[in-house]
């Protein structure tokens, strides 16, 4: 059964920093390309970033690039996402995903793409004063 267990949410002022983690298992890690999503109070789904197999290749939507960074370790089946200058309307719950087939490209994905991304529970990041 695959699973994916995000981790590292909480509680942060403005300008502040997070790193989230996603363990998977179940299915091997190294062959998918990963990403996060995240979805904010009655909004919908939001890709933020995706990363190659390998880790060489990444991508951000316009609204996190510079400020979030996507990694990957093939040797631990971990995901991370470095959150930094964190604004209040970062304020979601969290989610990594993946395709439902191996080494897929990383690409940008819409609303409706993202909602079929297989997806963990989430963790949340709530950015408060």
């Known amino acids: 059964e695959v699973q994916l267990l995000e981790s590292g949410g909480g509680l942060v002022q403005p300008g502040g920093s997070l790193r989230l983690s996603c363990l998977g298992s179940?299915?091997?890690?190294?062959?998918?390309?990963m990403n996060w999503v995240r979805q904010a109070p009655g909004k919908g789904l939001e890709w933020l970033a995706g990363?190659?197999?390998?880790?060489?290749?990444?991508m951000y939507a316009d609204s996190v690039k510079g400020r979030f960074t996507i990694s990957r370790d093939n040797a631990k089946n971990t995901l991370y996402l470095q959150l930094d200058a964190l604004k209040t309307e970062d304020t979601a719950m969290y989610y990594c995903?993946?395709?439902?087939?191996?080494?897929?490209?990383?690409?940008?994905?819409?609303?409706?793409?993202?909602?079929?991304?297989?997806r963990g529970q989430g963790t949340q990041v709530t950015v408060s004063s």
């Open positions: 179940g299915f091997t890690f190294s062959s998918y390309t």
């Open positions: 990363i190659s197999v390998g880790g060489s290749t990444v």
């Open positions: 995903a993946k395709e439902a087939a191996a080494y897929s490209v990383v690409k940008i994905y819409n609303e409706y793409e993202s909602g079929r991304l297989q």
